[in-house]
């Protein structure tokens, strides 16, 4: 009975998509799915609204109410702009900037946002083709605008598209006006979207805007010595079909590398991804064709971007000559430690420096921050949070570095979003570096293990799509939440901190003390007395709950790097076998 009525709302959803307020290519394609003896695509399609959440908007591309499409895209944009009139009514101009990726769809659904931000009288300032979402968030606090959107999906896979929502300072939206957003596009009906906006009113940009980023990534660089001793080092990088074609290859000529090998087949932009299944250098896969390069041409470090050139991926060669992926903490790890080293070096640390992480990316960081008398923050999984860190203490306190463990890095703070197209950049200094010390980046690492402490992390994360699935993440969640473990890997639980209620509770003690942040999150964290740190946490842009995993152990030379590694992997699997997962 249930599923009946189930179909009987999608159906009277979908026969409004059949309204003259459509384009006739939508309404042949309702009309396909309405007729389809198959439900199942029709009931994904519109069983629910795609919302317009926090973090914007992400999902399958398609007709329908839960498809990303120019009216749901549409509707976002028109919501932004009545927030926008509303909160920004004293100004004499309010101003967006527009970028977008290689995404199928992308450069469509970014010209009729530009469109419908110009028929609600808001100047839009549109990049001529693809470009980062670093230079998205430089480009608005550059040109003074007040918001700013970019159409990704950022690593998903082809099916999917999405819109990301900025504000003036360049960084994704936070508190009030998240939810004050959302609240406004909500209110928006199909009929509501101002599709056809002026042209005067949409200015385009172009490689102006490209030149004053690249001189801000160039200003990143703090050994630039180091990188004229050694600016012929071999780099491979790869975009994977995406947006980092366009400035990461230039970023890493403004540092003065020389020797920069490309993947042609992966420098072809694409939105259909045809050399991977999935665009993201978290996964080995994507990254296959640039380790096979790095082999044959003994490459000294293997850098990816992700298709709107936020994420950074790093393969470096091992002990044994074999090209590995650097995990996202220990990318961080990487800069943190770069970063730091060379201010104590130069004795430019005065005491006032910051460097943020999120929750669930390695406490390791946090112990780097602390042997240096550094401050240090903890924010929830996003950018956004780091930015707002950032914003709070302006002119206050320096920021010198901030990271997450998947993939994420932004070494300076004149972009508030993850930043590939410096990260690169740095990435190949720090390369030069260690060469410089007689080392590989792999060497470097294990250095910092050696100097602070031994730890290692991992990450796995079940899909479950469709209905059943969001309700399957929730009911893991619960699960979790109503029965904690006792012990894992032979450790008794201390420590479970709820962010959805923002409670800490040492489970030996009965001690419970709130917890440190402004919103409450769906995440939950257990500690065990040996140090292990389990983080479980429904991802917020895929139809995934994600499990992450950090245990420490003991390293007291090189020579002793594998057997630590060996041991920690085997912790984190039984611990897994424990969760059953």
């Known amino acids: 009975m249930e599923n009946e009525e189930l179909l009987k709302e999608v159906r009277a959803k979908a026969q409004e998509w059949l309204s003259e307020t459509y384009d006739e290519k939508t309404r042949n394609e309702v009309q396909r799915l309405l007729d389809d003896k198959d439900t199942t695509e029709l009931i994904d399609s519109f069983y629910k609204s795609l919302e317009f959440g926090t973090g ?86 550059e040109l003074g605008c007040q918001s700013g959107i970019i159409l990704t999906a950022s690593h998903n896979p082809k099916e999917y598209n999405g819109y990301k929502a900025y504000w003036d300072d360049g960084s994704q939206i936070v508190a009030p006006h998240d939810v004050n957003i959302v609240s406004e596009v909500s209110k928006i009906k199909a009929e509501d979207i ?82 991977v299944i999935s665009p993201n250098p978290e996964e080995a896969a994507a990254m296959e064709m640039a380790m096979e390069k790095a082999a044959k041409v003994n490459a000294d470090v293997v850098m990816a971007s992700d298709p709107d050139g936020d994420r950074i991926g790093v393969v470096v060669k091992n002990d044994k000559g074999k090209y590995i992926i650097v995990n996202g903490n220990q990318t961080a790890l990487l800069f943190i430690y770069y970063i730091i080293t060379k201010m104590k070096e130069a004795g430019a640390l005065k005491g006032n420096e910051f460097i943020v992480k999120t929750i669930v990316s390695t406490e390791l960081i946090a112990e780097i921050a602390q042997k240096n008398n550094i401050e240090y923050f903890d924010v929830y999984t996003g950018f956004k949070f780091i930015a707002e860190i950032i914003r709070e203490l302006e002119g206050k306190k320096k920021y010198i570095g901030g990271g997450e463990e998947s993939f994420g890095f932004m070494p300076a703070d004149f972009v508030r979003d993850k930043d590939a197209v410096s990260s690169c950049a740095l990435m190949g200094e720090i390369t030069a570096w260690a060469i410089d010390q007689g080392k590989t980046l792999y060497e470097l690492l294990q250095d910092i293990y050696l100097e602070y402490s031994y730890s290692k992390e991992k990450m796995k994360y079940i899909v479950r799509k469709g209905k059943s699935g969001a309700e399957e993440i929730q009911q893991i969640m619960t699960k979790f939440r109503t029965i904690p473990p006792k012990e894992l890997g032979g450790s008794a639980m201390e420590l479970v901190k709820d962010y959805s209620t923002l409670v800490q509770k040492n489970l030996l003690t009965g001690e419970e003390v709130a917890i440190n942040q402004k919103v409450t999150s769906n995440v939950l964290q257990f500690f ?23 245990v420490k ?16 992997d085997a912790k984190i699997d039984a611990i897994m076998d424990e969760l059953g997962l």
């Open 194 to 275: 101002k599709f056809d906006g002026p042209d005067d009113l949409i200015e385009i940009m172009g490689e102006e805007m490209d030149q004053k980023f690249l001189e801000q990534v160039k200003k990143v660089s703090i050994s630039p010595e180091v990188v004229e001793r050694h600016s012929d080092i071999k780099i491979i990088y790869t975009p994977i079909h995406g947006t980092g074609v366009k400035l990461i290859p230039a970023a890493l000529r403004e540092f003065g590398f020389t020797n920069i090998i490309n993947i042609p087949e992966q420098d072809v932009v694409s939105g259909d991804f045809p050399t």
């Open 528 to 550: 065990t007395q040996d140090g292990t740190k389990i983080s479980v946490r429904p991802s917020g842009t895929e139809p995934k709950i994600k499990f992450y995993f950090e």
């Open 56 to 141: 914007g908007l992400r999902g399958i591309m398609g007709v329908g109410t839960n498809r990303m499409n120019i009216y749901t895209a549409g509707s976002a944009t028109q919501g932004l702009s009545n927030y926008l009139k509303q909160n920004f009514a004293e100004l004499p101009e309010i101003k967006v900037a527009i970028g977008y990726d290689c995404r199928n769809n992308s450069r469509l659904f970014a010209e009729s946002s530009a469109k419908i931000f110009a028929a609600n009288g808001i100047k839009a300032y549109l990049f001529e083709d693809l470009r980062p979402t670093p230079e998205l968030s430089f480009a608005i606090r």
């Open 553 to 568: 152990g003991e390293l007291k030379s090189r020579v002793g790097f594998d057997a630590a590694e060996e041991k920690a």
